[in-house]
């Protein structure tokens, strides 16, 4: 891919005009060029100063401007780098956004929440405080972590490894999902286990389960879906109402 070219994905990236994925049918579709224009883009770029009023940094990637155009709001020392798309009414505190990263309308990127690089995150979403959304660029045509619309992500959780949470789950804090780790659905007779998707509108927790080792019993993390969040949860307080329900609320 010749450096024109790179540096016109990049840019589309930053427009909103592409992303590294999209939905498609129900699905997701990845877009490989738009993943192999951003390792191309740090390739291609060298290290330069950027000075941001007192601050002072060292580094390839130029950072995103004109928030008021756009329409979101960025708190000090709220950072998002050149060839992220913040869409209108985000609302990002100090908190991180990574190249490549796509975050929907009036979404809520808390404080020291984290969303790697081309993450998709969808609108309405609630990434509480400390949140970390893994990055995913390699190989090209891997999955990058997606959260969908009027998803409640707790706080500290951790979501790797191009895992998807479905529309208005509710995770509850300390979840932490990667490719292998298993998310249970207890909530019928028998359990149904998931990797690296959490259904719509699930209620999840943290849970551990026993696995036998040679030198004894030791229990592994893996998360429960406990329930299912009920259309009159409010989205701005769905986590602690949701969790009442279910009698793990405070």
Same mark, same amino acid.
């Given at each position: ?48 100063p ?78 509480a ?9 390699? %190989?090209?045509?891997?999955? %990058? ?12 959780c ?19 999902l ?17 990797r ?18 040679p ?22 307080v ?13």
């Open positions: 891919m010749n450096a024109e070219r790179v540096e016109t994905l990049v840019a589309a990236l930053d427009r909103g005009e592409i992303r590294v994925a999209e939905p498609h049918d129900g699905e997701w579709r990845v877009n490989e060029d738009a993943q192999r224009a951003i390792l191309e883009f740090f390739r291609l770029r060298q290290m330069e950027q000075e941001v009023g007192p601050f002072e940094y060292h580094d390839k990637i130029p950072l995103k401007r004109d928030y008021e155009r756009l329409g979101v709001r960025v708190v000090p020392p709220a950072v998002a780098r050149y060839g992220s798309f913040l869409s209108p009414g985000v609302v990002m505190m100090p908190s991180y956004v990574n190249i490549g990263a796509w975050v929907g309308p009036r979404t809520m990127v808390d404080t020291w929440a984290t969303v790697g690089s081309g993450a998709q995150i969808g609108a309405d979403v609630h990434l405080g400390g949140v970390g959304i893994g990055g995913v660029l390699e %190989p090209p045509g891997a999955r %990058p972590v997606i959260v969908e619309d009027g998803a409640f992500i707790g706080s500290r951790i979501l790797t490894e191009g895992v998807r949470v479905g529309a208005g789950a509710v995770l509850g804090p300390n979840v932490s990667t490719a292998t780790v298993p998310i249970i659905d207890v909530t019928g007779p028998e359990a149904v286990e998931h690296a998707f959490v259904p719509p509108r699930a209620v999840v927790v943290p849970g551990t389960r026993p696995r036998e080792f030198a004894g019993t030791y229990h592994l993390a893996c998360a429960l879906i406990i329930g299912w969040r009920s259309e009159a949860t409010d989205l701005k769905s986590l602690n109402d949701a969790l009442r329900e279910h009698g793990l609320g405070a």
